[in-house]
């Protein structure tokens, strides 16, 4: 699974020898292994910079195309949301935005954090 996500050169690695985006990726491959229809990423690209955050969202994006698997992700950040084909905003609890991300006016893509 670690050849799936770039990672097959790493399998002796620890943690701490590894850089976050690629301890993300070791996220990725064990939610993979049981291999899922769905997966849930909350805020997958916090706290990565902007080239490995890049990478990750590729990343799903293939999953989701070559694999099949749905992948539903939580952001903040408008550049990660404008990766996805279907947005849902919600604000106070409530649904206030769900369409294709080609469609949503860009005040639908702007954060409120």
Do not use: C, W
Not at 24 to 36: E, F, K, M, S, T
Not at 60 to 76: A, W
Not at 81 to 95: E, F, N, Q, V
Request: charged residues 25%; proline residues 4%; neutral net charge.
């Amino acid at each position: 699974m670690l050849e799936k996500v770039g990672l097959g050169g790493y399998r002796r690695s620890r943690p701490n020898q590894i850089s976050g985006g690629q301890q993300q990726r070791v996220a990725i491959a064990r939610a993979l292994v049981n291999r899922p229809k769905l997966i849930l990423a909350d805020e997958p690209t916090g706290n990565l910079d902007t080239h490995t955050s890049e990478e990750i969202m590729a990343l799903f994006t293939e999953l989701n195309q070559r694999d099949g698997i749905t992948v539903v992700l939580v952001t903040h950040e408008q550049d990660i949301a404008a990766h996805a084909r279907r947005l849902l905003r919600l604000s106070d609890g409530r649904i206030v935005y769900d369409g294709l991300v080609e469609h949503a006016a860009p005040h639908h893509l702007e954060t409120t954090s």
